[in-house]
């Protein structure tokens, strides 16, 4: 059981630039949730989906979107990327009979 | 919305001597006070957690306390190791959404 993958594992991109991270799971957990971890402000929620077909808006969601076609899969999107979204991003998802979030290896993102 | 304010941001320890990290939270719905260990390069994993009709919880070395009254929960390990130098996060919430604090950069002095 691989968990929860997160590709790429690193990326430096241009400003403006249209970025895609990927997210997958295969615990067939229904909740998903993209973090943003910058040093000294934690880690900051962007989008989570509590089930496939549903998404909602985190505390810093501007700047991003995201889709949950299906169960496993919960993409991030930067439409223009802008040098402030430079930072790590990890994915996580949680049971539906469990508060625990497991989390993904990360993405260290570096817009310039 | 939630707030979680974590102390202290770093903290060194010798060897063999116990380690103490404190969160306080804001918003008296919180129902669930999750910790997590990250370790360089890695994503945070969860080490202990608590809810909120319980007072304290330990698993081996670790510990956590909880005190609804005054909004603030904490993170005790004993007899530390190398192997417990890492960032921890502590964090509150409910339902689907957590908010986490700043985290604690702990390291273990040989």
């Known amino acids: 059981i691989a968990g929860i993958t997160q590709a790429p594992t690193s990326q430096i991109l241009a400003a403006g630039r249209r970025m895609t991270l990927r997210c997958t799971q295969d615990?067939?957990?229904?909740?998903m949730y993209w973090y943003r971890q910058d040093l000294g402000l934690g880690l900051r929620l962007i989008h989570y989906?509590?089930?496939?077909?549903?998404?909602g808006k985190g505390e810093v969601p501007d700047g991003y979107s995201v889709s949950r076609a299906n169960t496993d899969d919960f993409p991030l999107t930067l439409a223009s990327a802008v040098p402030s979204q430079t930072s790590v991003y990890f994915c996580?998802?949680?049971?539906?009979?469990?508060?625990?979030?497991?989390f993904g290896p990360g993405t260290r993102l570096t817009v310039t | 919305g939630e707030n979680v304010e974590q102390h202290p941001s770093t903290l060194s320890v010798q060897e063999g001597d116990s380690a103490v990290i404190k969160c306080t939270y804001s918003?008296?719905?919180?129902?669930?006070f999750p910790w997590y260990k990250q370790e360089l390069g890695k994503g945070p994993q969860l080490i202990i957690d608590?809810?909120?009709?319980?007072g304290e919880k330990k698993d081996q070395r670790i510990a956590v306390t909880l005190n609804k009254t005054a909004k603030h929960f904490s993170l005790h390990i004993t007899e530390t190791q190398p192997e417990d130098s890492a960032v921890y996060f502590c964090?509150?919430?409910?339902?689907?959404?957590?908010?986490f604090g700043t985290g604690t950069r702990l390291t273990i002095i040989p």
């Open positions: 996580a998802s949680r049971t539906g009979w469990s508060y625990e979030q497991y």
């Open positions: 615990m067939r957990h229904n909740a």
């Open positions: 989906s509590n089930t496939a077909g549903t998404t």
């Open positions: 918003d008296s719905a919180s129902n669930y």
């Open positions: 608590i809810r909120s009709n319980v």
């Open positions: 964090a509150a919430g409910y339902g689907e959404k957590l908010t």
